[in-house]
């Protein structure tokens, strides 16, 4: 089943924060986050496999709740380079299947 | 080299052709991947190959026919399509079976008239 993510759109001003939640009507065996930009491939940014976790690096951290059902990627201070489509994703547990939440395409105006 | 290359990088094609994308990675992951991605929407995932063998076919039809020759290359072949798979097509790796990042090529933008 399909992550949900929200919003599906936001416009930020640079130095402006922002929340993309992931969602699931199940736990998530792990959340995977990624950015996509126009025209580019999806490059990762980071994984969270536990509940409870919170992870970051520079200004982009994300948490996993304790019941893995929801994660939430945070973008502080926005940069003119944070623009793009952010998809959370995950796997089934035990194949190599995978799926791509819904997206949330982040605009960052100078 | 943590590179994934896709060739070629844009392909039109007519609904009677048969063409071939082609995914090459020399990390020696073991798990490649096939995703169609239309405009605005996530990647689709379409096959996993695992080890070289087929281990997922999210029941796409068989006018795309996927192979693994080796451990570091990937095809896939398209035949008879339809203007609805027009889309880009992207290429992933991965290590290992778990929890690890996936590798995506730069993909291939498909039009089919």
């Known amino acids: 089943q399909q992550p949900v993510q929200s919003p599906q759109a936001v416009i930020l001003r640079e130095g402006e924060d922002a929340v993309i939640n992931c969602s699931s009507s199940?736990?998530?065996?792990?959340v995977h986050w990624y950015r996509q930009k126009h025209g580019e491939a999806p490059v990762f940014l980071m994984i969270?496999?536990?509940?409870?976790e919170q992870k970051g690096h520079d200004k982009i951290s994300a948490s996993f709740n304790e019941k893995k059902q929801q994660s939430s990627l945070y973008l502080t201070a926005s940069q003119l380079s944070y623009s793009g489509t952010y998809f959370c994703?995950?796997?089934?547990?035990?194949?190599?299947?995978?799926?791509f939440g819904t997206g949330t395409r982040l605009k960052v105006l100078a | 080299d943590t590179e994934v290359t896709q060739t070629p990088k844009h392909l039109v094609m007519g609904m009677t052709n048969k063409k071939s994308l082609k995914c090459e990675q020399h990390?020696?992951?073991?798990?490649m991947y096939w995703y169609k991605q239309k405009a605005k929407k996530p990647p689709e995932l379409m096959f996993v190959y695992s080890y070289e063998k087929l281990s997922i076919n999210e029941s796409v039809p068989s006018r795309f026919s996927p192979e693994c020759p080796n451990s570091s290359l990937l095809n896939l072949h398209l035949h008879a399509l339809q203007p609805e798979d027009s889309a880009l097509y992207l290429c992933?790796?991965?290590?290992?079976?778990?929890?690890?990042?996936?590798?995506f090529g730069p993909g291939t933008r498909l039009t089919v008239l």
């Open positions: 990390m020696g992951h073991r798990a």
């Open positions: 992933a790796t991965r290590r290992g079976p778990t929890s690890n990042e996936q590798f």
């Open positions: 199940k736990a998530l065996y792990s």
């Open positions: 994703g995950t796997e089934v547990s035990g194949t190599y299947k995978y799926i």
């Open positions: 969270l496999l536990k509940g409870g």
